[in-house]
């Protein structure tokens, strides 16, 4: 089969598309998914440095951690899915190729209204978004949530599920055009952080959840910004791993601090995420109350460019890589 190749770690100029043995047969509860479309993910950027290596069991110079495409075998025991169905899912790696093998319980059935090409941009940012925010922030009815790098995938997937379920969103980026964007899907408070990083003093009452997306640039913000028994939940780390701050305001107003990774999960956290993402969020794509965010398409054999759009910052929302018409 065709897959994406990190021929050496580095550049995007490494990245090839090279002839790969397909997966075998699917065994147990496996199922064989013939690959749509992949979205690229930040993850991508660092597998393709040689800065995240894949979990054991996964391909090392294979990226790729979601993709949509249409089941093609299924093993002695998965019951779930048939030859034919459209399905998407986030996997630990190998993604970007013509297949991919996987659990039937990794797996969501594509909702009738979107093809490939919009579901591929859907199951990392929305998963990321609704387990971080709400399965562990525990965001609840009435509250306020903060986003930051809220033009991002993760971003506007929690900025989409928030508004669907009626809370107040304030977002944080560095890029105007991209806080006037997300005032189009319902952004209540917008603050551009390249202007000023000082967010906090932008922010009354406090956000009783933040999802940050940043890291160690925004920590002390992030204190000030939370209500009492705010909780921070912190998902990216494209502004720095490292930070001081004072404890003194994480213990008086009793905050929550909180890191979290979906691809070294076990099998079954996964699955259990999943699970979630298919009771709480199918529903409003089925209905259209929720979109996936596809910022620009790119043929898998021009994934040096899509990396490079990628990493420019650039983008608002996903970029994603079609493999095959289905
Ligand atoms: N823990 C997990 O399981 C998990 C899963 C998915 C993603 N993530 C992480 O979540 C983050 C967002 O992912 P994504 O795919 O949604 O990202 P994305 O679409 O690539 O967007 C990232 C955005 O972050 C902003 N940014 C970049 N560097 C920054 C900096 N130094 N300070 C402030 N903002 C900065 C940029 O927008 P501006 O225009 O606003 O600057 C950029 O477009 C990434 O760090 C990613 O690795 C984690």
Redesign the pocket.
């Known amino acids: 089969m065709k897959a994406v190749y990190i021929r050496e770690f580095g550049g995007p100029e490494n990245l090839e598309i090279r002839e790969v043995d397909a997966p075998g047969d699917p065994k147990g509860n496996e199922v064989l998914v013939r690959v749509g479309a992949s979205a690229l ?3 991508d950027l660092l597998q393709r440095k040689g800065f995240y290596p894949a979990p054991e069991g996964y391909p090392e110079r294979i990226p790729g951690l979601e993709f949509a495409g249409t089941v093609i075998a299924c093993g002695p025991s998965a019951g779930r899915f048939r030859e034919g169905d459209r399905v998407f899912g986030i996997t630990a790696g190998g993604a970007q190729a013509e297949f991919v093998l996987t659990r039937e319980d990794h797996l969501a059935p594509v909702p009738p209204n979107l093809g490939l090409v919009d579901a591929a941009a859907v199951p ?2 929305f998963i ?1 978004a609704h387990d971080a925010v709400w399965t562990q922030g525990g965001l609840s009815e009435g509250e306020t949530l903060l986003i ?2 809220v ?5 506007l997937a929690a900025l989409q599920i928030a508004k669907a379920r009626g809370n107040r969103v304030i977002g ?4 105007e055009e ?1 806080l006037e964007k997300c005032r189009e899907f319902g952004l209540d408070l917008a603050i551009d ?2 202007i000023d990083p000082g967010f906090s003093k932008k922010i009354e009452n406090g956000a009783e959840v933040i999802l940050d ?2 890291g160690g ?1 925004y920590l002390e913000e992030n204190l000030k910004s939370l209500a009492q028994k705010g909780r921070l939940i912190i ?6 791993r490292k930070a001081e701050f004072d404890l003194g305001t994480a213990l008086t107003k009793r905050l929550t601090i909180k890191g ?4 070294s999960r076990s099998d079954e956290e996964k699955a259990g995420a999943t699970a979630a993402f298919a009771r709480d969020i199918l529903p409003l794509l089925e209905s259209g109350s929720i979109v996936p965010n596809v910022e620009r398409v790119f043929a898998a054999e021009d994934v040096r460019e899509a990396h490079e759009h ?1 990493e420019s ?3 608002f ?2 970029v994603v890589l079609e493999f095959s018409e289905q």
Request: net charge positive.
């Open positions: 993910n930040r993850a990392e940012a990321t930051h790098a033009g991002s995938g993760v971003g944080t980026s560095r890029t991209k952080t390249g997306l940043v640039a998902v990216g780390l494209v502004g720095g979290t990774v979906l691809r990628l910052n650039e983008s929302g996903k």
